[in-house]
């Protein structure tokens, strides 16, 4: 079964707390995405990869960490220095040529405790 | 710098009633335009990209870069239109660059 898949589904960390969000895709994309989703807020771009050992900073990168070791993964981690963690996280992934399709994961819940 | 607009945030219509959710961006240089839906309980997904200059699901979007809108429309609204719908830019200028979302607007379709 080809797809994008995310885990766990719901996370939850005690402040101050490292946590690592999985991020796994079989469909031979170069591109990974990681975006944060709050109510009212739409979708906001956190970090990017277009190919592997390579990622860049997107509008909210604070607090968060990535690598891209491999081009399957592309773990996110929240950090203790993240403000706000608790939220929606959803992973994306395409092939990284013009106008393609981007397809997206289920998504974590993260809840700070 | 690259922006997209989506004015409302919830848009309820009656069923068979028309349907447009708006979307305006900002782009210095020739944009590639994209909506997603996101359905209850289900992954975001692509609805339609400007360039196939397709209808999917009874939807259409043409884009005016005149007026530097990429409008969804339908002109008969279904209740399984209900969704959570995010107009998105990708630009080209510098190679293909992430997608940058609107805020969305939450469809409502009312029996």
């Known amino acids: 079964d080809g797809g994008i898949t995310q885990s766990p589904k719901y996370l939850f960390r005690k402040e101050g707390q490292n946590v690592t969000l999985s991020c796994e895709q079989n469909?031979?994309?170069?591109?990974m995405y990681w975006y944060r989703q709050d109510p009212g807020q739409g979708l906001r771009l956190i970090y990017y990869?277009?190919?592997?050992?390579?990622?860049q900073k997107g509008d909210i990168a604070e607090g968060y960490s990535v690598s891209r070791e491999k081009k399957e993964s592309f773990p996110l981690t929240v950090t203790s220095a993240q403000k706000n963690p608790t939220a929606f996280y959803l992973c994306?992934?395409?092939?990284?040529?013009?106008?393609?399709?981007?397809?997206f994961g289920q998504g974590t819940r993260l809840t700070v405790v | 710098a690259q922006r997209v607009t989506q004015p409302e945030k919830l848009l309820s219509v009656f069923k068979g009633a028309p349907v447009e959710l708006k979307c305006n961006y900002s782009y210095s240089g020739s944009p590639e335009l994209f909506w997603y839906v996101q359905y209850s309980r289900q992954r975001l997904q692509l609805l339609l990209r400007h360039i196939s200059r397709e209808s999917i699901k009874g939807f259409t979007a043409d884009l005016n870069k005149g007026e530097t809108s990429f409008h969804l429309k339908k002109p008969f609204a279904q209740e399984e239109d209900s969704a959570m719908y995010y107009c998105?830019?990708?630009?080209?200028?510098?190679?293909?660059?992430?997608?940058?979302f609107g805020k969305g607007t939450r469809l409502s379709v009312i029996a």
């Open positions: 990869s277009q190919i592997v050992n390579d990622f």
């Open positions: 994306a992934s395409s092939s990284g040529r013009l106008n393609t399709e981007a397809f």
């Open positions: 469909l031979n994309h170069d591109a």
């Open positions: 998105a830019l990708s630009g080209t200028i510098s190679g293909n660059t992430p997608l940058v």
